[in-house]
């Protein structure tokens, strides 16, 4: 079955760096998007970013030009760099994959705590 596996989270001083990685196993189909989502205590599980198989990118306002995802589509891996991290940041990041062409499905990984601190 697909799986998707997230590294890279743990705690880092605001105005700090991290970098996430997902990597998918499991793969039978296309995989379109490959993304982020985060989920802040109490709030609701929001989009990050997301990349299509062609490297098409979008961004959430609040990490534009601070956070940057890249896609490996031969290992079916997908990474989101995040720099100039702020308080706000902190969440736990998931990985998210759409995968299929017909009948397109949503994964998603475990999750991976980031901490910034003040």
């Known amino acids: 079955q697909v799986q998707l596996v997230e590294s890279g989270g743990g705690l880092v001083q605001s105005g700090g760096s991290l970098r996430l990685s997902c990597a998918a196993s499991g793969i039978r189909s296309r995989i379109i998007y490959m993304g982020w989502y985060r989920q802040a205590p109490g709030k609701q599980r929001d989009l990050v970013a997301r990349i299509s198989s062609v490297g098409n990118a979008n961004y959430a306002e609040s990490v534009k030009g601070r956070f940057t995802i890249s896609r490996d589509n031969a290992k079916n891996t997908v990474d989101l760099q995040m720099n100039s991290l702020k308080p706000e940041d902190t969440a736990v990041y998931y990985c998210?994959?759409?995968?299929?062409?017909?009948?397109?499905?949503?994964?998603w990984g475990q999750g991976t705590q980031v901490t910034v601190s003040s």
């Open positions: 998210t994959a759409i995968i299929g062409d017909t009948g397109a499905q949503l994964y």
